[in-house]
């Protein structure tokens, strides 16, 4: 009977009468901070930003260059914003890529 | 506001300073002048000065209530003197009247040429203000870089 | 997260403020030889307790930037200037003190641009390691 070693398929379940217990939770809980923030919300909202800013970054750029407004340290203002958050969301996922490969490259 | 409207601004000045030291040349010019086409000896010139908002110019700034406080300047009008001319006794003067008078520009040179002096003043003021603005800019396109 | 640039907001408010300013300067300049003209100075509500109100100065009309975000400085107010003696014309623009104004407000946009300029850098650099 080497069903035993190998793992176990879920029609054979019924038909070996085995009965559930415990489990169907949907996967390990998130990770929260002393406000009870979850980090996956964090990058969430940090993604939606940096988005944010690349569409003012370019509303801005693009009203100015078809001359309809003329605030020049506005419009630059917006460019390094969206620069700057676009670069925090670039390290943060090499930050986590890295993160993931050394637990991958991790002997068990 | 933005540093273009203040670069309309300053341009507006210019204009209107190149203007009157125009008319104070017309003047100097034609300070002996007894023959006109319009008749008579001529007549000295003076523009008229008056502000306008800068958001005439500037459409999207009508939203911003600051930049009605920002005026440019215009020659509205050339106002043309009515004081009497000066009557000059030189009956030898082809123009001269049965009197022996002759009717002379009303322009004091003296006082053309302080107008002379202040509008170049006020000229010189405006280059270096629109210096200023420039390097405004350029400060603010050196944003990015630290 | 949107607080990322918090500290740069004060700065950005002067930068406009300086801007607004310089407008109003140009402005008088330009106006120097127009019959009855009065110049204008704007503040915000921080300069002006520093001036103490003691400026010959009577409001003409507010002008009403609201900055909810930024710390200190509220609406900013264009005042008109009358000093002791207008000239024959009625004007009472003072050339020579524009211009001082205009270089001073020049050198304080610059400064301001500078500043915000570091700041960038320094969040830029604590993001990625370089500059």
Redesign the interface.
């Given at each position: 009977m080497s069903t035993f070693i190998v793992p176990l398929e879920s029609s054979l379940v019924r038909e070996l009468g085995m009965t559930e217990v415990g489990g169907g939770t949907p996967g390990p809980a998130p990770v929260r901070n002393e406000q009870g923030a979850a980090f996956v919300d964090?990058l969430r909202?940090?993604v939606g930003?940096a988005d944010q800013s690349l569409h003012q970054a370019d509303e801005m750029t693009t009203s100015f260059a078809r001359g309809?407004?003329?605030?020049?340290?506005?419009t630059?203002?917006a460019?390094?914003?969206a620069?700057?958050?676009l670069?925090?969301v670039n390290?943060t996922r090499n930050y986590l890529l890295e993160a993931y490969r050394e637990v991958m490259r991790m002997t068990v | 506001m933005n540093l273009f409207s203040a670069m309309e601004i300053i341009a507006s000045g210019l204009c209107a300073q190149r203007t009157r030291l125009n008319l104070v040349a017309s003047n100097l010019a034609n300070a002996q002048t007894t023959r006109t086409p319009e008749g008579g000896p001529y007549r000295r010139r003076d523009p008229v000065f008056v502000t306008s908002p800068v958001t005439t110019r500037f459409q999207e700034l009508r939203g911003d209530p600051l930049a009605q406080h920002a005026s440019l300047v215009d020659v509205s009008e050339v106002a043309v003197d009515d004081t009497p001319p000066r009557m000059v006794y030189d009956p030898e003067h082809p123009d001269a009247d049965t009197l022996g008078y002759v009717q002379m520009p009303n322009i004091n040179v003296i006082e053309e040429m302080v107008n002379m002096m202040t509008a170049s003043r006020a000229y010189e003021a405006g280059v270096t203000a629109m210096q200023t603005v420039r390097s405004l800019a350029e400060a603010a396109l050196r944003l990015g870089q630290s | 997260m949107s607080q990322l640039f918090e500290s740069v907001q004060p700065l950005s408010f002067a930068l406009d403020y300086h801007v607004a300013r310089h407008n109003l300067i140009t402005s008088n300049i330009a106006n120097v030889d127009t019959p009855g003209f009065r110049p204008r100075e704007i503040t915000f509500e921080n300069e002006l307790e520093r001036l103490g109100g003691s400026l010959p100065m009577q409001e003409t009309r507010e002008g009403h930037l609201p900055r909810p975000d930024a710390p200190g400085p509220g609406s900013m107010r264009v005042y008109e200037e009358t000093w002791a003696s207008p000239g024959a014309d009625g004007n009472f623009v003072r050339l020579e003190l524009e211009m001082s104004r205009l270089q001073a407000n020049s050198v304080r946009y610059r400064a301001a641009t500078q500043m915000v300029a570091q700041h960038l850098g320094m969040l830029r650099y604590s993001i990625t390691g370089r500059r």
């Open positions: 964090l909202e940090m930003e309809q407004q003329h605030d020049l340290h506005g630059m203002m460019l390094n914003q620069n700057i958050r670069q925090l390290e | - | -």
